[in-house]
């Protein structure tokens, strides 16, 4: 598709639906999913990012991962953008920061690659670092083995035509700007990006813009989502999770423009737009649906901030 | 004039109905400026606001709109802000009880009673036209179950009250739209025919709600062909059901037949563009073909939460289905 625009729009999919049988996921029927992709095709977005998790059931609802992408052309979303790699972080099998276990982690993200094939997708979107306890005490050498991992699976990927951009929970092992520094430093340019989540840099500390600055021309995506909240307790490495039960902070996510949002999304356009940005961006509100709140709404308002304010700044 | 022109004299609202469900939802200032946010995201920037009555409904009225936003010129400026650029109407119902007119519901076809109904239309009207609004929006009867079917008397009592209410309008530079809903007493395409009849053409129209009028058994593309002359107003809103058991008749028909779904426990009447029995394409081709030139005001009128969702599906329905319909479209 040719366009004029500098960027294009991304939702990254963490739906749930309420349905006469619960809250259900969207990936659940063909008449669930096509409704899901009008919402979000009616607001702007041209792309989604979803869960590699979500493979199979796209394969089963729609016979082909072809056939897929070919429903979601027709009611205006042009691929699915990203995976995001569920990793099932474990030292006994796999563990960026153990060495033992990175063939383990190749091979599962190989397998990924092989099997996602026909939905166009053009990052694969990791947690280059287990949760935070698990890796304690962050040393140089385990930042070396994940950088080592990452240089690794992010060649192969690219034998795919998929970048790997890491993305850094506040939560995650590497998390501040001395340890996102030295990842980066040691991971090889060629091979590893890096997915800028703005709401979880700012949870952890660590200024969005400032870091896009830094890394811009290693940045592959983003996740853009507002917080309220700097993490000044260690909640970072509470067991045994930090993002859904913290005592100190029941939501820790917001949709861009929330009002008392933390995030300066109007900076960071400006600094997308100096530093000359053409692509994909993605919009993520992930736990939404906290306290009351709902995926449909949040994405309308983040769509509003985006046609309101974001795009007379840069588009 | 091209297709494409056709489309530039439709202009495109979205009422604002679906977000009050109760007393609680809906009065806080911040939640009307997410549901505009909202509806702005979805691609409509104008609105039909719902007369209201009550402290806890801030744009229902215009002493509440003062006293939230200031004053209608000021609220005009917040809604701007909020990438909403018109208010397209307001939709006034003389038979929903009034704390601020101390009543439980006016009866258009009582001779007695219009006074006050012209009175009560006149603040609503007033605050439109501030507003820049262009659509009165009434509902010309009350239910049948309330009024039973009409005779020449009501008939006529009812098109004074709505002559009054029209030439009042006028005078602030608005038209008058009639509503006909699916409870409505006035439930036959000659009873339209008599009310058009005795109606003032020059201030007085018709609203085709499509889904309220589908309910009640009309074919909604035959009957704004036959009236199309005098049709000032849309709603558009699909309906799932068709009140195949008369049950309009039903006492406190509101609650057993809508809200309770009748003896067949309809789960929804109402749905969003093109889930149920109105052919949107069809109405759009005869509406493009014959020229019409106002607002088409968009609804979700409840439904399942979250309603963001029924908004965002009607907005894609527009954007891929309706917009892209040319005037030759044939059923």
């Known amino acids: ?315 | 004039m091209n297709d494409k022109g056709m489309n530039q004299r439709i202009k495109w609202a979205y009422g604002v109905n679906q977000w009050k469900a109760g007393f609680t939802s809906f009065a806080r200032l911040e939640e009307i400026e997410r549901a505009l946010k909202v509806t702005a995201a979805c691609g409509f920037d104008a609105v039909e606001l719902n007369a209201g009555s009550g402290r806890w409904d801030p744009i229902g009225r215009p002493e509440n709109v003062a006293i939230n936003y200031g004053s209608a010129a000021h609220f005009r400026l917040k809604l701007a802000e909020l990438g909403i650029h018109r208010v397209a109407s307001t939709f006034f119902d003389p038979t929903v009880m009034s704390f601020e007119e101390l009543h439980f519901g006016l009866m258009s076809t009582v001779p007695a009673d219009r006074a006050r109904i012209v009175a009560q239309a006149r603040i609503h009207a007033a605050m439109l036209a501030e507003l820049g609004g262009e659509v009165l929006v009434v509902r010309p009867f009350p239910s049948f179950w309330k009024e039973g079917g009409l005779d020449d008397e009501r008939m006529a009592a009812a098109a004074a009250c709505w002559n009054e209410v029209g030439a009042m309008a006028a005078s602030l530079g608005l038209k008058t739209a009639l509503h006909v809903d699916a409870l409505s007493a006035l439930r036959t395409v000659g009873e339209f025919e008599r009310l058009l009849q005795l109606c003032d053409s020059d201030h007085v129209g018709l609203a085709i709600d499509t889904a309220e009028l589908t309910i009640a058994g009309h074919d909604v593309v035959a009957l704004y062909r036959r009236f199309h002359q005098r049709v000032v107003h849309f709603h558009f809103k699909d309906a799932l059901a068709v009140d195949t058991l008369g049950e309009y008749r039903l006492a406190n028909a509101e609650r057993a037949m809508i809200a309770a779904g009748g003896e067949r426990e309809v789960p929804r009447w109402f749905g969003e563009m093109g889930t149920g029995l109105v052919d949107f394409p069809a109405l759009l081709a005869a509406m493009r073909e014959l020229g019409y030139a106002g607002w088409v005001v968009v609804e979700s009128d409840k439904g399942p939460e979250p309603i963001a969702s029924g908004m965002m599906l009607n907005a894609w329905y527009r954007q891929n289905v309706l917009e892209p319909v040319p005037a030759h479209a044939q059923r």
């Open chain 1, 1 to 315: 598709m040719t366009t004029d625009k500098k960027l294009r729009w991304a939702y990254m999919d963490h739906w749930r639906i309420d349905t006469p049988q619960g809250q259900l996921s969207q990936y659940t029927s063909v008449k669930r999913f096509d409704a899901f992709l009008k919402q979000i095709s009616a607001i702007g977005f041209e792309a989604i990012e979803t869960f590699d998790f979500h493979l199979g059931p796209l394969r089963e609802l729609f016979g082909s991962l072809e056939e897929a992408r070919a429903f979601m052309q027709e009611r205006g979303i042009d691929r699915v953008l990203s995976l995001f790699h569920a990793v099932m972080y474990d030292e006994r099998q796999s563990a960026p920061h153990v060495r033992a276990t990175h063939d383990h982690i190749f091979n599962y993200a190989q397998h990924i690659m092989r099997s996602s094939q026909g939905l166009g997708v053009e990052n694969f979107i990791v947690m280059p670092a287990g949760l935070y306890y698990d890796v304690e005490p962050v040393t140089d050498d385990k930042l070396r083995a994940c950088a080592e991992l990452w240089n690794r699976v992010g060649k192969m990927t690219l034998e795919y035509g998929v970048k790997t951009c890491c993305h850094h929970e506040f939560f995650c092992g590497i998390r501040s700007a001395e340890q996102l520094r030295k990842f980066y430093e040691w991971t090889d340019p060629r091979y590893v990006f890096l997915c800028l989540d703005t709401a979880q840099h700012v949870i952890a500390g660590v200024d969005p813009i400032d870091l896009y600055l830094k890394l811009h021309d290693r940045c592959g995506g983003f996740h853009m989502k507002d917080t309220k909240h700097v993490d000044l307790a260690g909640d970072y490495r509470r067991k045994p999770d930090a993002e859904v039960m913290a005592p100190t902070t029941p939501r820790w996510f917001h949709e861009m423009g929330t009002p008392g949002g933390l995030v300066d999304f109007p900076a960071l356009m400006a600094a997308m737009k100096e530093c000359g940005y053409e692509g994909w961006v993605g919009v993520e509100h992930d736990k939404a649906d906290v306290g009351g709140g709902n995926y449909p709404e949040s994405t309308a308002l983040s769509a509003w901030y985006i046609q309101h304010v974001l795009k007379k700044i840069y588009a």
